[in-house]
């Protein structure tokens, strides 16, 4: 599996990927420079650490999930769309397998950027604070005791709930599909359940339950394309 994951990443174009990995995180850091200056903005969003936390974690996640949709779209469902993935299953290799190490390397990207995006963007602008003061109120370098380990369960959430997407795409081997429901996913994250303005992925449990239904439509799926014919 990890030959097979290697050969994969050796087919990936991974300066493109680290190119959008920083324009990502520019872009919102951008962002929250733009909400530092509106001064609602910054009572509504940036008034505390645990809102700047929360409203960094909204925008990294919407942001990888997205993108996550866009890897799966370029590794495996334009593969099956342009019938080339036919190429790699004439080899003596398990199809699950392949299929597998496809989805394994668009998982831990996600899980990995999840949890640097959020750190760069935090100290990005804790920095740009110092300088510009976004926010009069004292942000802090220090991450409460936990948030680390909140975080690294919210980037495994995410690095299943990132697959979810295939499940559209692969239906009928939509490019559009897969980048759509991607966006729709974290459209539904994102809106709010209440009148206070609560949305779905501050229920911890929210985001846990996608990402475990990820990592299940992401086998499923891989068990019904494998036995499609070319």
């Excluded at 951008?30 to 200056?37: K, N, P, Q, R, S």
């Excluded at 903005?41 to 999930?65: K, M, N, P, Q």
């Amino acid at each position: 599996m990890l030959n097979l994951i290697k050969l994969e990443l050796k087919r990936m174009n991974l300066v493109g990927v680290a190119v959008t990995f920083v324009l990502i995180n520019a872009a919102i850091v951008g962002m929250l420079m733009l909400l530092g200056i509106e001064p609602e903005a910054v009572t509504e969003f940036l008034s505390s650490s645990e809102d700047l936390r929360v409203i960094i974690e909204l925008f990294v996640i919407a942001a990888f999930v997205i993108y996550a949709s866009v890897l799966l779209s370029q590794i495996i469902v334009e593969e099956f769309k342009n019938k080339t993935i036919s190429f790699l299953f004439m080899y003596p290799i398990s199809r699950k397998k392949l299929l597998f190490a496809k989805l394994i390397i668009v998982s831990v990207l996600t899980f990995f950027f999840v949890i640097a995006s959020t750190l760069i963007v935090y100290y990005s602008f804790l920095a740009f604070n110092k300088l510009y003061a976004f926010t009069p109120v004292d942000l802090g370098l220090a991450l409460p005791s936990g948030y680390l380990l909140h975080l690294v369960v919210l980037a495994i959430a995410c690095s299943g709930m990132s697959l979810i997407p295939l499940f559209f795409g692969m239906r009928k081997y939509s490019v559009p599909a897969t980048i759509v429901s991607g966006i729709a996913i974290v459209a539904l994250l994102s809106s709010s359940v209440n009148t206070n303005d609560t949305n779905l992925f501050s229920v911890t449990a929210v985001p846990v339950f996608l990402g475990l239904l990820g990592f299940l439509i992401a086998y499923l799926v891989v068990g019904r394309a494998v036995k499609q014919d070319f």
